[in-house]
Structures are given as structure tokens and as C-alpha cells.
């Protein structure tokens, strides 16, 4: 019996596991987007939901906790040939991650299914994102479609008062 035994084994041992976690979640910060299994996505998009919730804080604890939790491994990209050092996976991720999601609550990871199967063993693939910084939850979007159709009917009313007005004001001026 599995009774309140969390997370997934994913034929690895502890160690492996951990390992596994830490370079997925390193790569998804640092490529905004990472295609793995359905079942390494699930069991990693938790732990870097908590690495982003961490990185809004923004304060020297919690960059030393993740730190602790994620390591700190230096971003390369490669121009002419060679390897030019970019920054690190913390420092994009207080930087640039953690202020584009200040004013979410939560929810910054999502899984988006592929119709592609891995060759090997037949595995469903996914997307495992970032949400974008243009993209909004559907409650702030709905109340924003609601606030700018109001918004639309008050406008809408104000014109039609004022061509009410001045077509008075036209006919006033054609009497005298």
C-alpha cells in the first residue's frame, strides 16, 4: 500500500531523481520551455512553482534557499564558435522571472500535451512553459472583458448623448 506517499518513483533512485529534477527545472528557466514525459513534467512543475514563488521574494535568504535547492549553474550560448557566459540560472531567475510574476498568485507552469510519442518506449510527450508575461489566468480575463464591455456601453451612451445634444442645438439653430 502507497499511503500518504508522495510524489514519483520514476524507475530512478533518490539521488538520480533529484538530479533529474534539478537539470529539468535549470533547463525550463533558462529556455522558458522544456519537452519532457507527462510524468517528469507533473513532478517537476511543483518544484518550479516554489523556485518562482522564492525568486518574488527577492531577498538574500531566499536567493541562498534556492540556491540550496537549485544550484547555480552558469547560462552559455554560443556566438562565432565559441562559448560566451551569459549569467546564471539564479541570477535569471531573480532578475527577469521572479518580477514578471509579482502580481500572479500562482500558477506560472503549464503542460501543454504533444501528439508526438518517444520512439524508445512509446512515451506521451508534453511541453512543460513558463506562462508568457502577456498571458493572464481566465478570471483576470473575464473580469477584464467584463470591466472593458461596461467600459464600451458607457462610451456608447455618452456619443449617443451628445449626437442627441447637438442635433438639438441644430434644430434650435434652424428655427430661429
Given at each position: 500500500?502507497?499511503?500518504?506517499?508522495?510524489?514519483?518513483?520514476?524507475?530512478?533512485?533518490?539521488?538520480?531523481?533529484?538530479?533529474?529534477?534539478?537539470?529539468?527545472?535549470?533547463?525550463?528557466?533558462?529556455?522558458?520551455t522544456v519537452s519532457t514525459t507527462i510524468e517528469k513534467a507533473k513532478e517537476v512543475?511543483?518544484?518550479?512553482?516554489?523556485?518562482?514563488t522564492l525568486a518574488k521574494k527577492g531577498t538574500l535568504s531566499a536567493r541562498r534557499?534556492?540556491?540550496?535547492?537549485?544550484?547555480?549553474?552558469?547560462?552559455?550560448?554560443?556566438?562565432?564558435?565559441?562559448?560566451?557566459?551569459?549569467?546564471?540560472?539564479?541570477?535569471?531567475?531573480?532578475?527577469?522571472?521572479?518580477p514578471r510574476y509579482l502580481d500572479r498568485p500562482g500558477g506560472y507552469t503549464r503542460?501543454?500535451?504533444?501528439?508526438?510519442?518517444?520512439?524508445?518506449?512509446?512515451?506521451?510527450?508534453?511541453?512543460?512553459?513558463?506562462?508568457?508575461?502577456?498571458?493572464?489566468?481566465?478570471?483576470?480575463?473575464?473580469?477584464?472583458?467584463?470591466?472593458?464591455?461596461?467600459?464600451?456601453?458607457?462610451?456608447?451612451?455618452?456619443?449617443?448623448?451628445?449626437?442627441?445634444?447637438?442635433?438639438?442645438?441644430?434644430?434650435?439653430?434652424?428655427?430661429?
Amino acid at each position: 500500500m502507497r499511503h500518504r506517499v508522495a510524489g514519483r518513483r520514476l524507475s530512478r533512485t533518490r539521488e538520480h531523481r533529484l538530479a533529474m529534477r534539478r537539470n529539468l527545472v535549470a533547463q525550463l528557466f533558462q529556455h522558458e520551455t522544456v519537452s519532457t514525459t507527462i510524468e517528469k513534467a507533473k513532478e517537476v512543475k511543483a518544484f518550479a512553482e516554489k523556485l518562482i514563488t522564492l525568486a518574488k521574494k527577492g531577498t538574500l535568504s531566499a536567493r541562498r534557499r534556492a540556491i540550496a535547492l537549485l544550484g547555480n549553474r552558469v547560462i552559455y550560448s554560443y556566438e562565432d564558435g565559441k562559448a560566451v557566459r551569459k549569467g546564471t540560472i539564479i541570477g535569471k531567475l531573480f532578475s527577469e522571472l521572479g518580477p514578471r510574476y509579482l502580481d500572479r498568485p500562482g500558477g506560472y507552469t503549464r503542460i501543454i500535451r504533444l501528439s508526438l510519442r518517444r520512439v524508445g518506449d512509446n512515451g506521451q510527450l508534453v511541453l512543460l512553459q513558463l506562462i508568457g508575461k502577456d498571458e493572464s489566468s481566465k478570471k483576470e480575463t473575464r473580469a477584464a472583458a467584463k470591466k472593458r464591455s461596461r467600459k464600451k456601453a458607457k462610451e456608447i451612451d455618452e456619443a449617443e448623448e451628445i449626437t442627441e445634444d447637438s442635433s438639438q442645438e441644430e434644430q434650435a439653430d434652424r428655427q430661429q
